[in-house]
């Protein structure tokens, strides 16, 4: 059997360093063990006096790629890194200093991403003649610390389930994970995203993390539902987004520099669990020159993908009709007029509001006692009752509110943030304030069967409550206590004026 093994001369130092470990990993996918001597290394020139000028070229991508007796086998695109032994050597040859070589941060946002559509585009051109190629990803640099960053974990899983392996991920700790609340094994077979939410949420989480410069984000939009048709009575009726053809999920996404390839990535990754699930889902383009955060413009902006890009979302088959930026001003209105309306209704629920929220926490979505994931019957229950938030008197609102972990609650730079609807409608609807429960155990939650501590997040059950229905409630309750991931400061608040309530 001949092995070669083909390789760009703009990367012949660095990647010789590693190709063939790559190329064994490779062949391990297959159940087969093979001897590096039979691995030959072949170079392939790209015209371009330096390194940089060979890389720009149309023809150069980040790969490997591996012929078995004069066929490709399998393409191995390789990750970007900060210790770059082809410029190193050649800054070397001129009496120069790479100073951006070994640099912690130097590539940390663009890892993997940048210019990975060039290594797809490859593969699908390959593909196209050689249907049982494969595709596999290596990661360099993994001694470093943003191989193994929370942003760059979610890449290895996007890849995960749009069906591409990365070979050396046994060397990547996925620590920075867990920070978001879930295991990494979440699915039987590997690190793929099992499910349309799990996706969601981790890409809220990411989302909320990044005030600055706030990045894509997703939402979900249910054109039936009215919040004039609201009330704030004790018990909650959740009836929102019981007609799953009226949800519309929309992924507004950003595309200055390289988030234009981790935008595309998440296009692609979304559509894969939004196909197979059978959900509704738009994209729509934020144009960087306007800051929808901060409501002004601001200096840099993008037009949308690069042609490069476009043309590789073309060949999926990706939904390319972005909604304009007039559309995605009437989106983000759609929350400022849902508050007028329920500002003159002086109702202070809106639980298309509250759910989106809710998510943004990026808390697994599904009933935290019993582990139910099936959305219709999944709904979110609040701490802090609406209509307690109601009944509450103006010193109480504001006591809770300057407490140190609650006050970016309130955005002082909103027209009403002075306005004690404003405030009490902020409360009702924040994410902190709720959970989700499936049916029966909102329910059972809504009737002050049980509450949950305040501190350690347990379950306290009613002292005369009978036997039978103690009996039932452990059958349905898988654990007694909300996940840590679930309890901050904020929750433990509005926790705690609900337990006053259920002690009373």
């Given at each position: 059997?001949k092995i070669i093994?083909s390789?760009?001369?703009?990367?012949?130092?660095?990647?010789?360093?590693?190709?063939?470990?790559?190329?064994?990993?490779?062949?391990?996918?297959?159940?087969?063990?093979?001897?590096?001597n039979?691995?030959?290394?072949?170079?392939k020139?790209i015209?371009g006096?330096t390194?940089?000028?060979?890389r720009?070229?149309n023809?150069?991508?980040r790969t490997i790629?591996?012929?078995?007796?004069?066929?490709?086998?399998?393409?191995?695109?390789?990750?970007?890194t900060?210790?770059?032994?082809?410029?190193?050597?050649e800054k070397?040859?001129?009496?120069?200093?790479?100073d951006?070589?070994?640099g912690?941060?130097?590539?940390?946002?663009?890892?993997?991403?940048?210019?990975?559509?060039?290594i797809?585009?490859?593969?699908?051109?390959?593909k196209?003649?050689?249907?049982?190629?494969?595709l596999?990803f290596?990661?360099?640099?993994i001694?470093r610390?943003?191989?193994?960053?929370?942003?760059?974990?979610?890449?290895?899983?996007k890849?995960?389930?749009?069906?591409f392996?990365?070979?050396?991920?046994?060397?990547?700790?996925f620590?920075?994970?867990?920070?978001?609340?879930?295991?990494?094994?979440?699915?039987?077979?590997?690190?793929e995203?099992?499910?349309f939410n799990?996706f969601?949420?981790?890409?809220?989480a990411?989302?909320?993390?990044?005030?600055?410069?706030?990045?894509?984000?997703?939402?979900?939009?249910?054109?039936?539902y009215?919040?004039?048709?609201?009330n704030d009575?004790?018990?909650?009726?959740?009836?929102v987004f019981s007609?799953?053809?009226?949800?519309l999920?929309?992924?507004?996404?950003?595309?200055l520099?390289?988030?234009?390839?981790?935008?595309?990535?998440t296009?692609?990754?979304?559509?894969?669990l939004a196909?197979?699930?059978?959900?509704?889902l738009?994209?729509?383009?934020?144009p960087?020159?306007?800051?929808?955060?901060l409501g002004?413009?601001?200096?840099k902006?993008t037009?949308?993908?690069?042609?490069?890009?476009?043309?590789?979302?073309?060949r999926?088959?990706?939904?390319?009709?972005y909604e304009?930026?007039?559309e995605?001003?009437?989106?983000?209105?759609?929350?400022?007029?849902q508050?007028?309306?329920a500002?003159a209704?002086?109702?202070l629920?809106?639980?298309?509001l509250f759910?989106?929220?809710?998510?943004k926490?990026?808390?697994?979505?599904?009933?935290?006692?019993c582990?139910?994931?099936?959305?219709?019957?999944?709904?979110?229950?609040h701490?802090?009752?609406?209509?307690?938030?109601?009944?509450?008197?103006n010193?109480e609102?504001?006591?809770?509110?300057?407490?140190?972990?609650?006050?970016?609650?309130?955005?002082n730079?909103?027209?009403?943030?002075?306005?004690?609807?404003?405030?009490?409608?902020?409360?009702?609807n924040?994410?902190?304030?709720?959970?989700?429960?499936?049916?029966?155990?909102?329910?059972l939650?809504d009737?002050?069967?049980?509450?949950?501590?305040s501190n350690s997040?347990?379950?306290i059950?009613?002292?005369?409550?009978?036997?039978?229905?103690?009996?039932?409630?452990?059958?349905?309750?898988?654990?007694?206590?909300?996940?840590?991931e679930?309890?901050?400061?904020?929750?433990?608040?509005?926790?705690?004026?609900?337990?006053?309530?259920f002690?009373?």
């Open positions: 059997m093994a390789i760009f001369n703009a990367n012949i130092e660095t990647y010789k360093k590693v190709y063939v470990d790559a190329i064994l990993r490779a062949y391990k996918k297959d159940g087969v063990n093979i001897n590096p039979q691995i030959q290394l072949e170079i020139k015209p006096s390194v940089h000028s060979q720009s070229n023809l150069h991508s790629t591996v012929f078995e007796n004069n066929v490709i086998k399998y393409i191995i695109g390789v990750s970007n900060n210790y770059d032994e082809d410029t190193k050597k070397e040859l001129l009496g120069e200093t790479y951006k070589y070994g912690d941060q130097y590539h940390a946002n663009t890892y993997l991403t940048q210019g990975i559509n060039r797809f585009n490859y593969y699908f051109d390959i196209e003649i050689n249907n049982s190629v494969k596999y290596y990661l360099l640099d001694h610390t943003y191989p193994h960053n929370l942003f760059n974990l979610m890449i290895y899983r890849l995960a389930t749009i069906g392996e990365v070979l050396n991920l046994d060397q990547i700790s620590n920075d994970y867990k920070q978001l609340g879930f295991s990494m094994q979440e699915g039987i077979d590997g690190i995203y099992i499910s799990k969601y949420n981790d890409l809220l990411i989302s909320g993390s990044n005030s600055s410069n706030a990045p894509s984000y997703l939402k979900c939009i249910d054109y039936d009215d919040v004039s048709k609201e009575n004790d018990y909650e009726e959740d009836t007609n799953s053809k009226s949800q999920y929309i992924y507004t996404f950003k595309t520099g390289a988030q234009q390839y981790d935008s595309m990535l296009m692609w990754t979304l559509t894969v196909q197979r699930e059978h959900k509704n738009k994209f729509m383009f934020a960087e020159k306007y800051n929808f955060r002004q413009e601001i200096p902006f037009e949308g993908f690069t042609e490069p890009v476009n043309n590789l979302i073309a999926l088959g990706l939904d390319r009709n304009t930026t007039d995605v001003l009437q989106q983000m209105n759609r929350e400022k007029n508050y007028e309306l500002k209704k002086k109702i629920r809106n639980q298309e759910k989106n929220n809710l998510r926490k990026g808390v697994q979505t599904k009933c935290y006692l582990g139910c994931e099936i959305e219709n019957i999944l709904e979110a229950a701490l802090w009752g609406v209509a307690d938030i109601r009944k509450a008197n010193e609102i504001n006591t809770l509110l300057s407490k140190d972990c609650m006050q970016d609650l309130i955005d730079e909103d027209l009403h943030h002075n306005e004690q609807f404003y405030k009490r409608y902020i409360l009702a924040s994410g902190d304030n709720g959970i989700w429960l499936c049916r029966n155990h909102h329910g939650f009737s002050n069967f049980y509450c949950f501590d997040g347990k379950v059950i009613k002292l005369d409550i009978d036997e039978e229905s103690k009996i039932f409630f452990d059958l349905i309750t898988e654990r007694n206590f909300l996940p840590s679930v309890l901050n400061e904020k929750t433990k608040q509005f926790l705690s004026k609900r337990q006053e309530t002690e009373q």
